[in-house]
């Protein structure tokens, strides 16, 4: 017989927001710092997707390992504290089922949004083999772990501690869509569809009690552009 569906209690994060202030704080100074060493020591094209994803991994990096040492104050492990330990009741096989479903349905309401076709800052980094090659892997790997574990580790159980469960989960639904807007040329169609996908994450999160969970779903959802991704590399090089 299969095991009966347990849902994960609410979380109580020994953190606030106090705590996200300086993480935001740091992670700006990580990606300032960067970027600046990239761009004038390094001499590293400013639109170069690959640029970008190394930048971009080496402030998270230092921004976890910030948090490793917050969370060591309250005597608790990083992937502890950030909900990735727990596996979650949840298949794989039923999340890669969500993600898919969801990156599907995305392409769907951005038809039905009529979104503009526009060139966007994220289609300007994928202009050699490399950048697509690097921000394909990173969209299937570090990406979603990271955010996950920031996102939905780190800020929504604040967010839901405070103002409540549906309340938190949408409030971070919503910083997760504005802050992923820049890269779509601020469009709204694609702003709305990205706060929709970050608020399946979230309630994945929250009724799981887990961020691996969330970032099975986060990869699946991300699976399938990276793959179309690949392939309009390998089939038109020099676009």
Same mark, same amino acid.
């Given at each position: ?6 849902? @994960? ?5 020994? *953190? =606030?927001?106090? +705590? ?7 992670? &700006?100074? /990580? ?12 001499? @590293? ?5 690959? *640029? =970008?994803?190394? +930048? ?7 921004? &976890?390992? /910030? ?20 596996? =979650?009741?949840f298949s794989m096989r039923s999340l890669i089922t969500v993600g898919l479903t969801l990156s599907l349905t995305g392409v769907i309401l951005q038809y039905v949004l009529r979104t503009p076709e526009v060139e966007t800052p994220f289609e300007k980094m994928l202009a050699d083999p490399a950048s697509r090659i690097a921000i394909a892997v990173m969209g299937v790997t570090v990406g979603p772990v990271i955010e996950e574990m920031l996102f939905r580790g780190f800020l929504q159980p ?82």
């Amino acid at each position: 017989m299969t095991p009966p569906l347990v849902l @994960a209690q609410p979380d109580e994060p020994s *953190w =606030g927001y106090a +705590e996200i202030f300086l993480g935001l704080a740091v992670f &700006l100074v /990580a990606i300032g710092g960067s970027v600046t060493f990239a761009t004038h020591v390094l001499h @590293a094209p400013s639109e170069s997707g690959l *640029w =970008g994803v190394v +930048e971009e991994v080496v402030a998270y990096g230092i921004l &976890l390992l /910030a948090l490793k040492f917050l969370f060591a104050r309250h005597g608790q492990k990083l992937f502890d504290a950030l909900g990735w330990s727990k596996p =979650g009741p949840f298949s794989m096989r039923s999340l890669i089922t969500v993600g898919l479903t969801l990156s599907l349905t995305g392409v769907i309401l951005q038809y039905v949004l009529r979104t503009p076709e526009v060139e966007t800052p994220f289609e300007k980094m994928l202009a050699d083999p490399a950048s697509r090659i690097a921000i394909a892997v990173m969209g299937v790997t570090v990406g979603p772990v990271i955010e996950e574990m920031l996102f939905r580790g780190f800020l929504q159980p604040v967010l839901v501690a405070s103002a409540g469960v549906l309340p938190g989960i949408l409030i971070t639904s919503l910083i997760f869509g504005a802050l992923h807007m820049n890269q779509n040329a601020n469009l709204w169609q694609s702003g709305v569809v990205i706060m929709l996908v970050g608020f399946v994450l979230g309630i994945v999160r929250h009724v799981s009690g887990s961020t691996r969970a969330s970032t099975v779903v986060h990869i699946a959802y991300n699976a399938l552009p990276m793959v179309v991704l690949l392939l309009q590399g390998a089939i038109n090089p020099n676009k």
